[in-house]
C-alpha cells in the first residue's frame, strides 16, 4: 500500500509561484501520478498528471503553460511548480497513484486508487 503526503501549500499573492511536494512511502516507479485540487464547494479537479517514466504528461487547459509537473522516481516523489498563480488557483491541492501498472496518466479522479490528505494553496489578489 502507497502512503502519499503533500507539502508546500502556502498563503502567497497573485503571479507568485509556488512547488508543491508529494512524498510516496512506497515505490511509484510503475505508475501514473496525478494532481487534483478540490475548493471548498466544488468537485475535486483534474489538475496534472504524469506517467510512470515522465514520457507522458496531461494537464488541465486552466493551468497550461503555468504549472509543471515532475517526478523523481529514485526519490518516490511527484512535484508541481506553479508558476503566475491566480486567485482562482485557491485549492487544496492532492496527490494521487494510479495503479494502473505502465499505464498513460489519466485526468478522472475515480481512476486513482491512492491520495493524500492534501496541502492548502491560497492566493490573495
Known amino acids: 500500500q502507497v502512503q502519499l503526503v503533500e507539502s508546500g501549500g502556502g498563503l502567497v499573492q497573485a503571479g507568485d509561484s509556488l512547488r508543491l511536494s508529494c512524498a510516496a512511502s512506497?515505490?511509484?516507479?510503475?505508475?501514473?501520478m496525478a494532481w487534483f485540487c478540490q475548493a471548498p464547494g466544488k468537485e475535486r479537479e483534474f489538475v496534472a498528471a504524469?506517467?510512470?517514466?515522465?514520457?507522458?504528461?496531461d494537464y488541465a487547459d486552466s493551468v497550461k503553460g503555468r504549472f509543471t509537473i515532475s517526478r523523481d522516481n529514485a526519490k518516490n516523489m511527484v512535484y508541481l511548480q506553479m508558476n503566475s498563480l491566480k486567485p482562482d488557483d485557491t485549492a487544496a491541492y492532492y496527490c494521487?497513484?494510479?495503479?494502473?501498472?505502465?499505464?498513460?496518466?489519466?485526468?478522472?479522479?475515480?481512476?486513482?486508487?491512492?491520495w493524500g490528505r492534501g496541502t492548502q494553496v491560497t492566493v490573495s489578489s
Open positions: 494521487a497513484v494510479d495503479e494502473n501498472l505502465g499505464g498513460a496518466p489519466r485526468t478522472v479522479a475515480t481512476a486513482y486508487d491512492y
Open positions: 512506497g515505490r511509484i516507479f510503475a505508475y501514473a
Open positions: 504524469i506517467s510512470w517514466s515522465g514520457g507522458r504528461i
